[in-house]
């Protein structure tokens, strides 16, 4: 599923609304009792979905919690651009869902938010995504079950490049060239979204360098990430580049209506841009940048966790490990029936056979070895500094250097306050 609904909210809209929660704090000031009138039976469950903008995703969600037979579970079902606000405010009141979906962020592991899920996905550890699992590990403990993972790429329309004999980008330099050809009147070359902060993690991880490193320190202030971002400065006043368009990346109206030749979207879209586009369609991974640079692909996703602080902590863990641990016919359904992902169990991805043929076989194959994944230890407020770099040096005309020396002392304080 996009990590969108049909609205302009973002998964870093979400990060943000935690981080700063947390960081006063508020999170870690929860009650522990939610109130309602369930008399503590625990046959009473509340879970929060963001609206999925793909259809079929509240039906079948709800349809999930309709067949657990130990206990009443009642979707919320967050429209528009309120879903992080309303989680987190709720986060604060007795009227706290008892289980949520999310993103790991070591916040909520440390204000107590989350509960400890490792019982839960110990015996079944090795049929994860073993990046799945660390991503989601502090202090050896699993806080989170991956439901799905969303690979994101680049999409392009095979016939627009081959009129403009153009092939597939394989480096950054490439894709400024490739752009340039693929102008018209009519159509931009390349689509990164409005903000551009979808393709940030990505040209770190192609320029070969890292977000933190093993030891939690800064990895991404390179020679070759400062290059990127000065070619993303010349791709973004090329007059190449789509800007302000209706949507934003998550949802692929932008190549499907012919706005653009490439797009940067998520695996999430691969069947709509199919039905749309027919055989007519491609797919590459972020292009290296520099001669230490490889290809990358960003995996994103959603996660359920529980409320730690909540009064049927154990019955919402009984729901989550029936759900998301022991119903494989409906973790595969989840990935599979409404765009798609590539499941987080091992076992359930080998056997999909819709991942294995054709274009999504080759989405597949470029997570397999391009594929990069969050870590738990890098927060909102290093995010929005590296998104502050992008703003400066790329939108604006700022120094490469001084904005990522801005961002050093940002990304600093922040591992401070988190590791010491």
């Known amino acids: 599923m996009s990590a969108m609904s049909n609205s302009n909210w973002s998964r870093r809209s979400l990060f943000r609304a935690a981080a700063g929660m947390a960081a006063a704090g508020t999170l870690a000031a929860c009650g522990g009792n939610n109130g309602r009138s369930s008399g503590g039976s625990g046959k009473n469950l509340v879970q929060y979905f963001h609206a999925y903008g793909e259809a079929g995703t509240e039906q079948a969600i709800k349809r999930y919690a309709k067949a657990y037979k130990d206990a009443s579970v009642t979707t919320q079902w967050i429209t528009g651009s309120n879903f992080e606000s309303k989680l987190f405010a709720s986060l604060l009141t007795d009227n706290a869902p008892d289980l949520f979906e999310f993103h790991p962020q070591i916040q909520l592991v440390e204000s107590g938010q989350v509960a400890d899920l490792t019982d839960l996905i110990e015996p079944v550890k090795d049929d994860f995504n073993q990046a799945d699992i660390q991503s989601h590990t502090v202090d050896g403990k699993i806080y989170g079950i991956r439901m799905i993972d969303d690979p994101q790429f680049f999409f392009y329309r095979k016939s627009l490049l081959e009129k403009a004999g153009v092939e597939p980008p394989q480096t950054l330099d490439e894709l400024l060239e490739a752009a340039a050809k693929l102008t018209t009147d009519k159509v931009k070359g390349v689509y990164l979204g409005n903000t551009l902060q979808a393709v940030i993690r990505p040209m770190i991880w192609a320029a070969g360098a890292d977000t933190l490193d093993d030891n939690n320190k800064p990895a991404y202030h390179t020679d070759g990430v400062v290059a990127g971002l000065k070619q993303m400065r010349k791709l973004f006043t090329s007059g190449d580049l789509l800007l302000d368009a209706p949507a934003d990346y998550w949802d692929p109206s932008a190549l ?42 960003y995996n994103g996703g959603w996660s359920m966790f529980v409320n730690a602080k909540g009064d049927k902590v154990d019955e919402a863990k009984e729901y989550v490990k029936w759900l998301w641990i022991d119903q494989k016919e409906y973790q595969e359904d989840w990935a599979l029936s409404y765009g798609f992902h590539v499941p987080p169990r091992t076992s359930i991805a080998a056997s999909a056979e819709k991942l294995k043929s054709g274009l999504p076989a080759e989405g597949v194959k470029l997570f397999t070895d391009y594929g990069h994944f969050d870590k738990i230890g890098w927060t909102q407020a290093m995010i929005k500094a590296t998104e502050d770099v992008f703003a400066d040096s790329v939108r604006k005309d700022g120094d490469p250097e001084a904005s990522l020396d801005k961002c050093d002392k940002a990304v600093d304080a922040e591992l401070k306050k988190l590791f010491g």
Request: neutral net charge; proline residues 7%; aromatic residues 10%.
């Open 256 to 297: 499907v209506q012919g706005l653009t030749a490439i797009q940067f979207c998520g695996m999430w879209a691969m069947p709509a841009m199919q039905k749309a586009l027919g055989d007519d369609l491609g797919i590459f991974a972020f292009p290296k940048v520099g001669d230490a640079g490889k290809p990358s692909v």
